[in-house]
C-alpha cells in the first residue's frame, strides 16, 4: 500500500515557476516507476510526465517538453514536477501517481495509487 500526499500548488502568473512535491508513505517507494498527471475542468486526466523507478529514464508529454522536469528522491521518498514558463492552459489538478511497474507508463490505467491533486491556476 503506497499514500501519497502532493504539495506546492498554487496561483502563478503566466511565465512563472512552481515546483511540486509528491511524498509517499510506504517502504516500496522504490520499486515504483511514478508519474503526474493533471485534468482541468471539463477535461479528462492527461499525463504529464513520468519517472522510472531508479530514477533513470523519464518522458513527459509534448505539451510540457521542455518546459516541465520530473526527479525523485527515492531516499526522501518524494517525486517532483519543476514547472518552468508556465502557461494558461496548464491550468488544472495535478495529480502524482505509482505505477504497478517500475518503468515508464504514460497510460493511467497503469497507475494504482493516487493522490489527493493539488490545484495549479496560472492567471494572464
Known amino acids: 500500500q503506497v499514500q501519497l500526499v502532493e504539495s506546492g500548488g498554487g496561483l502563478v502568473q503566466a511565465g512563472g515557476s512552481l515546483r511540486l512535491s509528491c511524498a509517499a508513505s510506504?517502504?516500496?517507494?522504490?520499486?515504483?516507476?511514478m508519474g503526474w498527471f493533471r485534468q482541468a475542468p471539463g477535461k479528462e486526466r492527461e499525463f504529464v510526465a513520468a519517472?522510472?523507478?531508479?530514477?533513470?529514464?523519464?518522458s513527459s508529454a509534448d505539451s510540457v517538453k521542455g518546459r516541465f522536469t520530473i526527479s525523485r528522491d527515492n531516499a526522501k521518498n518524494t517525486v517532483y514536477l519543476q514547472m518552468n514558463s508556465l502557461k494558461l492552459e496548464d491550468t488544472a489538478v495535478y495529480y502524482c501517481?505509482?505505477?504497478?511497474?517500475?518503468?515508464?507508463?504514460?497510460?493511467?490505467?497503469?497507475?494504482?495509487?493516487w493522490g489527493q491533486g493539488t490545484q495549479v491556476t496560472v492567471s494572464s
Open positions: 501517481a505509482a505505477s504497478v511497474t517500475r518503468y515508464i507508463a504514460t497510460n493511467v490505467n497503469l497507475y494504482k495509487y
Open positions: 519517472i522510472s523507478w531508479s530514477g533513470g529514464s523519464t
Open positions: 510506504g517502504r516500496t517507494f522504490s520499486s515504483y516507476a
